[in-house]
Structure formats: C-alpha cells, structure tokens
C-alpha cells in the first residue's frame, strides 16, 4: 500500500502548533511577543508570522526573510524592529542631549529606516525634526548621532527654507 508522505520528513517537521503561541526573540535578546499566525501561499509555502504584541498594542507582520531560526521555546528574529526605536533618548555627538524618538520613517514595508522623528526643546516650546538615518553612529540602550545639536538644528532651517 503507498504512503500519502515520507515518515521521515514528517518526524522532523514543524507543526503549526510548534509555532503558534511562541515567544518571538529579536537579535538583540529582546522579547517582542508571541505568533498569534502563520502565513501561507495557496501552494503551502510560509511566507511570514504575524506577532500578538500585547494588550492595547498593535499586532506586527514579519515576513519570513527576517525569521532566523525557530526553537522548541521560542522564535528568533534576524532584525531589531524599527518601532522599537520609539521612545528612545537621542544624544549628539558631544554626548548632549537632543530628544526622544516619537515616530520613525522606513522605506515602504521594509525595517530600513530612513528618518527618525525626535522631539526636541522644552515643553510648551517643543518642536519635531527629521533626522535622516545616516546621522545616527550607533544604537543602543539610547541613539547616538554623528553630528553636533547645533548642526541638526542648521540642516533642518535649510531643508525647511528648500521646502518654502
């Protein structure tokens, strides 16, 4: 009688409920929530999970380039999510504080970053600017630029008067 499957492929496979309800672990060690879904093509192929966040927080789609690895405990990302960047403090170059991060610009769907929106100034006189990701020298528990406050402040003046 034929078999409908190889044994030994089926005995080392994934099943969907090995996947769903795990933990999901970006590059950084960081936990980001739980699958809540597995994605599909018609021809049975996963093209991507999408991730329950949490309580009043908005559930996040992850295609499966940025899957690393998927463990008996939990699932691996192979990226840092750009929302994570939200609420992080921002310092210039001399170590003075600029802002904090309130919205981040990515290249269409992707986690390419192209700007982060960081309040800066003082309550009641706070005003938002774009820094393009290229003036951020490194990432970490805060943001740190490769320029001077002084120097963001002048190329945003000129990006505004281009604009007029």
């Known amino acids: 009688m034929p078999t409908l499957f190889d044994s030994e492929v089926i005995a080392g496979s994934i099943t969907s409920d090995d996947i769903l309800g795990k933990e999901v672990i ?14 599909l093509t018609p021809s049975v192929e996963v093209v991507g999970i999408t991730i329950d966040r949490g309580f009043l927080k908005r559930e ?25 960047l939200k609420g992080m403090l921002v310092y210039d170059s ?24 960081v309040n800066v100034g003082k309550r009641g006189s706070r005003k938002k600017i774009a820094i393009a990701i290229g003036s951020v020298s490194s990432i970490a528990q805060n943001i740190l630029l490769n320029k001077k406050k002084s120097e963001l402040e002048t190329s945003v ?7 007029a």
Do not use: C, W
Not at 26 to 39: A, Q, W
Not at 63 to 82: C, H, M, Q, S, W
């Open 94 to 117: 001399d170590g003075g504080r600029v802002g904090r991060v309130t919205d981040i610009a990515l290249e269409g769907k992707s986690n390419n970053i192209q700007s982060l929106v």
């Open 26 to 39: 970006d590059n950084e060690g960081e936990f980001i929530g739980v699958v809540e879904k597995l994605h």
């Open 157 to 163: 003046q000129k990006e505004l008067a281009a604009q």
């Open 60 to 84: 996040m789609t992850v295609g499966k380039g940025y899957i690393e690895r998927v463990t008996p405990y939990a699932l691996f990302l192979n990226i840092r999510p750009a929302f994570l």
